[in-house]
Structure formats: structure tokens, C-alpha cells
């Protein structure tokens, strides 16, 4: 019989356990105890150190089922009960950790003038990502008047349409920003307070572009008429290679590394092959198995057994996830190249012309994702050469939307909330629910967390959590 784990998470796993309401962030610019200036060279580690602790040691651990690259995992939500804890935790540090520190940030830098704008950039863009995670975990959120405690205190909630077109227009202002940042006596940000691109900032505009290109995506699943936008995204510099990936490396060290690994070491034993932690998702294996795709030896040990099951955890007699995969120093990618070169796939497949070649974009996307895997993740333990990537490539047929929409999940392994993004968007793969849920299909929401209800008035009534967000467009 397979096994079945059950744990309660300690509060060392996570930074932070504390749950903060909206308006704790608004208070933010009024408590006299509070700060009220920011050196970003001091505040952006915190910020991006607060992002990759939520992504990976809590949502990354918790709803990597949900969209199923994982067969199973712990205190999940995945049958339907988003428990206060889950969501309270994420919605406090990214209203309070997160878009209140940047506000600090942008505050400073809008007062030091244009040689801060590539500071202001930066900020902004963080902000546009928050924003759009915020609003892919709980649809409604506050937005318009998120950030100004003063006037409101108690700020409504916004829809998705107008949070994403706000995501587009952030993205707008940081690029402008970051063009026009003086750099005559230019505040200089330190290569180590900048986590994804050490103060490159020709490389922050490419990513604010590229999430841009996200969040139109998005907008015009749901509906929304952004096809001139999404032209005007194509025409501006996107992300092509490897070395653009925005990513957080860890250390690997005590304290300072994967949580993932940290959970099995912590609870289990030295490592995930042999504890039989952290298995594939059906649908990894139904992808992945025979197809000859490198990712298959790079992402799962014991490949040959069986795949653990939907909601099930692995023993010695399935597959697992590799020790390639479930380790101490594996980076937390925000964003990388294959997911826009396969939206490029997908908008080319759909009548863009500026996107260029389906079948181009498609095979370049695959690549991409296989040699992050294969070669140019820090760390990397198991190589693939260029002859079997190329060899693998160019065996790929012309890509049908549904291909497209598969490599999109794959490219996105280990990526919680842009997997589900993905799942929702294009509904492919197709997913079951997992034995024993309490909902219909797989879930599609968070609850809003207790304290925001009990503090804020204008918190929308909690919707079943099988309800689409409009982004899903059914």
C-alpha cells in the first residue's frame, strides 16, 4: 500500500506566520513608529527575500498538487478548504512585506529625481508582479486604492479585469522610468541587494515587457479586447535567452535554502529519492514518459516504475522526483524565456503576425526550457548536451494549440501559481479532482483570509472555491 503522510508544517519552515489585514498595510504611512524613507540597497533584499519565502516555502510546497506536477503534498488545498493560515500568511506579506516596502521605495525615488528612476523602475515592476499574483490566488483585490492608507483606509476591492489592466500599466511605468533614467550621478544599486539581475537594468526592462506580455495574456483570455496591446508588446524587447531568466539563487546552505529539501530533511531524512517525499503528477508522466523528452531523466528518478497517482504520495515501488530537482541550492525562477516564446507560439497560432512562427517560437520554447534544466540552472547536476537537445527538438512535429498549451505547463514545472495560471487559462492538460474533494472540479481560488473579512467592510463574500475567476473565461 502506498503511503500516506500526514504533517503539520512548524513556523521554522516558514519566515513569517503572523496575518496582516489590508489596512495594516495602509497604516504603513501613518504610524509614527513606522518607516517613512527606504535605501532600496537595504529594503529590495527583504522584498525579494519575502517573495521567495511565500512562493516556495509555502505556496511552493502546498498547492504544487493543485495543478498536479506534483502527485501530492502536504496541508494542501487542493480538495476544495483554503485554510486562514495559508491565505492570511500570503495576502499580509504581499500587501504589507511587499507592495508597502515598494511604495517606500518608489516614494524616495520619486523625490530623488531621474537619477532614481532606475530604482523607481525597479520598484514598479515588482509591484506589477505582486499585483498579478495577488489577483491569480484571489481575483477581487484592492488595487485602485491599495497603497494610500490616508483617503483609504478601508480600500474596495477592485475586479480582475481592472487589477490586470493596472499590472499593464505599471509595467508601462517602469519601462518608461527605466528609459529614461539619468544616468549622471545615478543612485547605484548593488549587484547583491538586486537578486534577479544584480543591477542590470537593461535587463529589468526586458522583464517588466515580458510580464506585460503575462498579464495581457491573461486580460484577453478573460475577454478583453488587447490585441493592439499585445502587438505593441511584440514590438518591444521580450525575453529570448537563458541569462534573462529572473530568478533567486539559493545558497544551499542552513537557513538558507530550498524548502522543499528543507521539509524532507527536516521530517524525513537525507534527501527525496530516498524518502519518497515528492513524486510527479500524472499528468508530468502521461507528457513526459517515452517521449524522449531529456526532461523526463532531468525531473523523475526510478522513471521506469509506475507514477505514483493523482493526491497520492511515492514509496520504493514508483517513480519519484529527482534529487536534479528537489535540492538545496535549486533557484526560484520568477520568470524565464520559454514562457514567451511559447505566448509568441500561441499568439502566431491565433493570427499575430508580429509573433512570428508558431512552429519557430514552439521549438524554441522547448529548447529553452530543456537547456534551463539541462545546462544553465545554477547547480546544475545533470547535463544534457546541445546533439540530444537539438535531436530531440527537431523531431517535434508542427505544434497544435494543445502542444503549445502542454509545453506551457511543462515550462512552468515548479512554478506553483504560474502552473495554475496555465491549467486555468488553457484548461489543458486535462485535470480530475482529486479522490475526496469536497469541490467539483480542481480549485480554482483562495478564500480571503479572516482578518482582512474582519477589518475591512468591502471584502467581497468568499465564493466557492471551484468557481472560475473571470481570467478562465468559461
Not at 532531468?298 to 511515492?314: E, K, M, Q, S, T
Request: glycine fraction near 6%; hydrophobic fraction near 40%; charged fraction near 20%.
Amino acid at each position: 500500500m502506498k503511503k500516506i503522510y500526514s504533517i503539520i508544517m512548524l513556523s521554522a519552515v516558514f519566515t513569517l506566520s503572523s496575518i496582516y489585514s489590508c489596512s495594516d498595510n495602509l497604516d504603513i504611512n501613518t504610524d509614527p513608529l513606522a518607516a517613512t524613507s527606504a535605501d532600496p540597497n537595504a529594503v529590495f533584499p527583504f522584498v525579494f527575500g519575502e517573495n521567495t519565502a511565500r512562493k516556495v516555502s509555502e505556496l511552493g510546497t502546498r498547492i504544487c498538487d493543485v495543478s498536479q506536477y506534483i502527485s501530492n503534498t502536504f496541508n494542501s488545498p487542493n480538495r476544495g478548504s483554503v485554510s486562514g493560515t495559508l491565505s492570511g500568511n500570503t495576502w499580509g506579506v504581499w500587501y504589507v512585506g511587499l507592495l508597502g516596502n515598494l511604495s517606500l521605495i518608489k516614494a524616495d525615488a520619486v523625490a530623488a529625481g531621474s537619477t532614481s528612476n532606475n530604482v523607481n523602475g525597479i520598484a514598479t515592476a515588482l509591484m506589477a508582479n505582486t499585483f498579478l499574483e495577488l489577483t491569480a490566488l484571489w481575483e477581487d483585490v484592492p488595487y485602485t486604492e491599495a497603497l494610500d492608507g490616508v483617503n483609504f483606509p478601508q480600500p474596495k476591492f477592485d475586479n480582475q479585469e481592472t487589477v490586470l489592466n493596472g499590472v499593464v500599466d505599471l509595467c508601462d511605468e517602469a519601462m518608461a522610468l527605466i528609459d529614461s533614467h539619468n544616468t549622471n550621478g545615478e543612485f547605484q544599486i548593488t549587484p547583491a541587494s538586486d537578486m534577479y539581475y544584480g543591477g542590470d537594468i537593461a535587463k529589468w526592462r526586458i522583464f517588466a515587457n515580458s510580464l506585460k506580455l503575462r498579464a495581457l495574456m491573461m486580460l484577453r483570455s478573460g475577454g478583453a479586447n488587447v490585441d493592439a496591446q499585445i502587438n505593441a508588446t511584440l514590438d518591444q524587447p521580450l525575453m529570448t535567452s537563458n541569462d534573462q531568466t529572473a530568478y533567486v539563487n539559493y545558497a544551499g546552505t542552513p537557513g538558507a535554502q530550498n524548502a522543499m529539501l528543507t521539509i524532507i530533511t527536516a521530517f524525513f531524512g537525507p534527501d527525496n529519492e530516498s524518502q519518497n517525499v515528492f513524486g510527479p503528477g500524472d499528468p508530468i508522466d502521461e507528457l513526459l514518459n517515452g517521449s524522449g523528452d531529456p526532461r523526463w531523466d532531468l525531473w523523475v528518478a526510478r522513471n521506469d516504475l509506475d507514477a505514483p497517482g493523482n493526491d497520492i504520495f511515492p514509496d520504493p515501488e514508483t517513480s519519484v522526483l529527482s534529487n536534479n530537482i528537489i535540492r538545496a541550492d535549486l533557484p526560484d525562477v520568477l520568470m524565464s524565456p520559454d514562457e514567451i516564446d511559447l505566448y509568441k507560439a500561441e499568439l502566431a497560432l491565433a493570427g499575430f503576425a508580429k509573433a512570428g512562427s508558431a512552429d519557430t517560437n514552439y521549438r524554441n520554447g522547448v529548447r529553452n526550457s530543456i537547456k534551463w534544466w539541462g545546462q544553465d540552472i545554477p547547480g546544475v547536476l545533470a547535463v544534457v548536451s546541445d546533439t540530444d537537445i537539438d535531436a530531440y527538438v527537431n523531431g517535434l512535429a508542427a505544434p497544435t494549440a494543445n502542444d503549445i498549451f502542454n509545453e506551457q505547463y511543462l515550462a512552468a514545472f515548479n512554478r506553483p501559481i504560474l502552473a495554475w495560471n496555465h491549467v486555468r487559462r488553457n484548461k489543458v492538460p486535462v485535470l480530475d479532482p482529486p479522490p475526496g474533494t469536497s469541490i467539483s472540479t480542481i480549485l480554482k481560488r483562495f478564500t480571503y483570509p479572516p482578518d482582512e473579512i474582519g477589518n475591512n467592510p468591502n471584502t467581497p463574500a468568499n465564493k466557492n472555491t471551484d468557481v472560475p475567476m473571470w481570467f478562465e473565461n468559461l
